[in-house]
C-alpha cells in the first residue's frame, strides 16, 4: 500500500490560487493511478481530477475542469493539483487518492474502484 503526504492547503480569497502536492512512497509508480478527491462538510466526497500512471491522461469533474490542473513529477512520484480561480464552493478538505489501476475508471462523475486516501489537506475559499 502507499503512503501519502500531502500538503499546500490553506485560506484563501475567491478568486486565488493553491497548489496541493502528494508525494507518494512505498510502491512501484508504475502501477497505479492518483487523483484527489474532496469532502465538504455535510456532503458525500466527490472525484475532482486523476492522472494515470505515468501521468499522460488527465481527467476532471466537471466542476472544476478548465480552474484546475492536475500533473506528476513521475522521478518524485508526486502528483500535483493547481487549482485556479477558486470559489467559496472548492471549500472542502482535498485527499490524496491512489488507484490500484495505472488508468482510474470515471463513471458518470465518480471514481469508481479500488481506492486508497491520505489523511487530505483543508481547503477553505472565503467570498
Known amino acids: 500500500q502507499a503512503q501519502l503526504v500531502e500538503s499546500g492547503g490553506g485560506l484563501v480569497q475567491a478568486g486565488a490560487s493553491l497548489r496541493l502536492s502528494c508525494q507518494a512512497t512505498g510502491r512501484d509508480p508504475s502501477t497505479y493511478a492518483m487523483g484527489w478527491l474532496r469532502q465538504a462538510p455535510g456532503k458525500d466526497r466527490e472525484f475532482v481530477a486523476a492522472?494515470?500512471?505515468?501521468?499522460?491522461?488527465?481527467y476532471y469533474s466537471d466542476s472544476v475542469k478548465g480552474r484546475f490542473i492536475i500533473s506528476k513529477d513521475i522521478a518524485k512520484n508526486t502528483v500535483y493539483l493547481h487549482l485556479n480561480s477558486l470559489k467559496p464552493e472548492d471549500t472542502a478538505m482535498y485527499y490524496c487518492?491512489?488507484?490500484?489501476?495505472?488508468?482510474?475508471?470515471?463513471?458518470?462523475?465518480?471514481?469508481?474502484?479500488?481506492?486508497?486516501w491520505g489523511q487530505g489537506t483543508q481547503v477553505t475559499v472565503s467570498s
Open positions: 487518492t491512489v488507484d490500484v489501476d495505472r488508468y482510474p475508471t470515471i463513471d458518470a462523475g465518480r471514481w469508481t474502484g479500488d481506492l486508497a
Open positions: 492522472i494515470s500512471w505515468n501521468g499522460g491522461k488527465t
